[in-house]
T-cell receptor
Framework: ETGVTQTPRHLVMGMTNKKSLKCEQH?????MYWYKQSAKKPLELMFV???????ENNSVPSRFSPECPNSSHLFLHLHTLQPEDSALYLC???????????????FGPGTRLTVL | DAKTTQPTSMDCAEGRAANLPCNHS???????VYWYRQIHSQGPQYIIH???NNETNEMASLIITEDRKSSTLILPHATLRDTAVYYC??????????????FGAGTRLAVHP
């Protein structure tokens, strides 16, 4: 496997289910991100992990719970979701550098989530 | 981060150059211009970034006006595989090392035979 992988690629769940999305990066990066892309809306940053610590949480409801057990893996745990949470969930990674330098983000293919 | 304005959609004939404009009239001196694209049902892909000078890589060229209030991404020989949504993002390099990207609606480029 190369780059950033996400599983599952598609997920259908009921509002009372608990499920998890998995992201794995094979690039040796030390920062990972979750984004949400709803229909007709721009990508929204949800969470950022840097050196396995959560450094950003953009007012995301508690029914979304991220976990970063190591620098290569990122999870998004889902419980009691609403139909409006149906979206494409994208994971990305980058190499954290010295301040004020830039490294591109590499994105995974996303998980298409449908909440019934 | 400076606001950007891009056309909603553009068309381009295969083999011709695709010129995608981006207006960022409120850009500050230290803010960079970044371009990403998102092919249907895939994650975004980095294309190029620049500060003042024009930049070129294997994917595209970035032309930034002298006053830095606008820029143009150029795909020199567009192919059908270049059909995607193209995002122009203007921001400072991250102070903390990790990069927080804010995506707008972008330009939907359709390359046709």
């Amino acid at each position: 496997e190369t780059g950033v992988t996400q599983t599952p690629r598609h997920l259908v769940m009921g509002m009372t289910n608990k499920k998890s999305l998995k992201c794995e990066q094979h690039l040796g990066h030390n920062a990972m991100y979750w984004y949400k892309q709803s229909a007709k809306k721009p990508l929204e940053l949800m969470f950022v992990y840097s050196l396995e610590e959560r450094v950003e949480n953009n007012s995301v409801p508690s029914r979304f719970s991220p976990e970063c057990p190591n620098s290569s893996h990122l999870f998004l745990h889902l419980h009691t979701l609403q139909p409006e949470d149906s979206a494409l969930y994208l994971c990305a990674s980058s190499q954290e550098q010295l301040a004020y330098s830039y490294n591109e983000q590499f994105f995974g293919p996303g998980t298409r989530l449908t909440v019934l | 981060d400076a606001k950007t304005t891009q056309p909603t959609s553009m068309d381009c004939a295969e083999g011709r150059a695709a010129n995608l404009p981006c207006n960022h009239s409120t850009i500050s001196g230290n803010e960079y211009v970044y371009w990403y694209r998102q092919i249907h049902s895939q994650g975004p892909q980095y294309i190029i970034h620049g500060l003042k000078n024009n930049e070129t890589n294997e994917m595209a060229s970035l032309i930034i006006t002298e006053d830095r209030k606008s820029s143009t991404l150029i795909l020199p020989h567009a192919t059908l595989r270049d059909t995607a949504v193209y995002y122009c993002i203007v921001k400072l390099p991250p102070p903390g090392g990790y990069n927080k990207l804010i995506f707008g609606a972008g330009t939907r480029l359709a390359v046709h035979p």
